[in-house]
């Protein structure tokens, strides 16, 4: 008889160490206990088992089925109306990055390189 890897001999040696620990009145308790413990590990295992079952068939199922997407196509009117709006807005932007960087700007750019790339000497 071969139970978890525990054979005969091994499962008679710690029936007799519980035996002394417990002692021969609280040792029916302690496997009562130990029972009840196992089977409600048991159950819960086999609702795992159930709810993991259940939601695989119902993710394969989903997979299964048809993807259905429903593709809604802009307004034909709208479109040279947004396009032109596009256009002014980076025009506008362009101008105002135009506006935005002068040869002083540059200079003082050139000047922080300068200065960060010399080592000090303090």
Same mark, same amino acid.
């Given at each position: 008889?071969? @139970? &978890?890897? !525990?054979? *005969?001999? +091994?499962?008679? *040696? !710690? *029936? @007799?160490v519980a035996l002394l620990v417990f002692?021969? %009145? =609280?040792?029916?308790e302690v496997g009562r206990s130990l029972a009840q413990a196992l089977g409600? &590990? %048991? %159950? /819960?295992q086999q609702e795992f088992e159930a709810e993991l079952k259940r939601e695989s068939a119902e993710l394969e199922k989903t997979m =299964? /089925?048809?993807m259905k997407a +429903? !593709? +809604?196509l802009p307004d034909p009117k709208? *479109?040279?109306q947004d396009e032109a709006q596009a256009a002014e807005t980076v025009a506008e932007s362009e101008a105002d990055t135009d506006e935005n960087s002068t040869p002083e700007a540059a200079v003082a750019a050139e000047e922080i @390189?300068?200065?960060a790339s010399t080592p000090s000497t303090k």
């Open positions: 008889m071969n @139970v &978890f890897g !525990i054979g *005969l001999p +091994e499962m008679a *040696l !710690i *029936l @007799v002692g021969p %009145k =609280k040792l029916p409600s &590990f %048991k %159950k /819960a =299964k /089925a048809p +429903e !593709i +809604e709208a *479109l040279p @390189v300068s200065d």
